[in-house]
């Protein structure tokens, strides 16, 4: 028989959703150094039983966090219009600029992201997982009449100007600025023409 009770079970659905909630409000307030069992439960109003019976633990509510904000990007990148671009530095440019955007726009990714940083645990590698094959997708699917792009390993220098990206990202959310450039709309606006200048230098 199930220890929870009729009303117990009435009320689980609202129950996880308050959790999940605490959660959000948690990671946003403090990063996840803020996060454990005796905070999330305090700010959820629930006894930590809970969270171990509902989510096993932390790691099952931050999981659960991931799919239901869209954690992945996966919305916010849609709603960037296709590429028209034949040239892959327009492409490049514009892939990027849209990623910035989106990263900017989701400060709770952004602290799973610095999580990932500082940690290495089977759920963190799950989420970058999971997040780099929609970042893949959405690539894939905004690139039908990308002629070949140029020759090299072009894995690797998205990857690096991916990675300068990322980073700027975090940078602005934890200080403001990186190096001597101050991350408010005009620094962003340098960066936007700084993305479009090095991804100029590519052969069409």
Avoid at 120 to 131: G, I, K, S, V, Y
Wanted: charged content about 20%.
């Amino acid at each position: 028989m199930s220890n929870d009770s009729p009303v117990r079970l009435r009320d689980r659905p609202a129950t996880e959703a308050g959790i999940v909630s605490a959660a959000k409000c948690l990671l946003l307030a403090g990063g996840w150094t803020g996060l454990n069992v005796q905070t999330l439960a305090a700010e959820a109003g629930v006894d930590r039983k809970l969270i171990y019976r509902y989510f096993d633990g932390v790691e099952g509510v931050v999981e659960r966090l991931a799919v239901s904000l869209d954690l992945w990007l996966g919305q916010t990148l849609a709603a960037e219009p296709p590429s028209s671009a034949t040239a892959y530095r327009q492409f490049a440019c514009e892939t990027l600029t849209a990623y910035l955007r989106a990263l900017r726009a989701n400060p709770l990714i952004l602290r799973l992201l610095a999580w990932e940083l500082a940690q290495d645990t089977p759920l963190l590698r799950r989420m970058e997982a999971a997040r780099s094959g929609v970042i893949q997708a959405w690539v894939r699917d905004r690139r039908p009449l990308l002629k070949v792009p140029p020759t090299g390993d072009i894995v690797a220098l998205n990857v690096v100007l991916l990675g300068a990206v990322q980073h700027l990202a975090l940078a602005a959310a934890a200080r403001g600025a990186f190096a001597s450039v101050t991350l408010d709309d005009a620094g962003w606006s340098r960066i936007e023409t700084a993305i479009d200048t090095l991804t100029g230098v590519w052969p069409d």
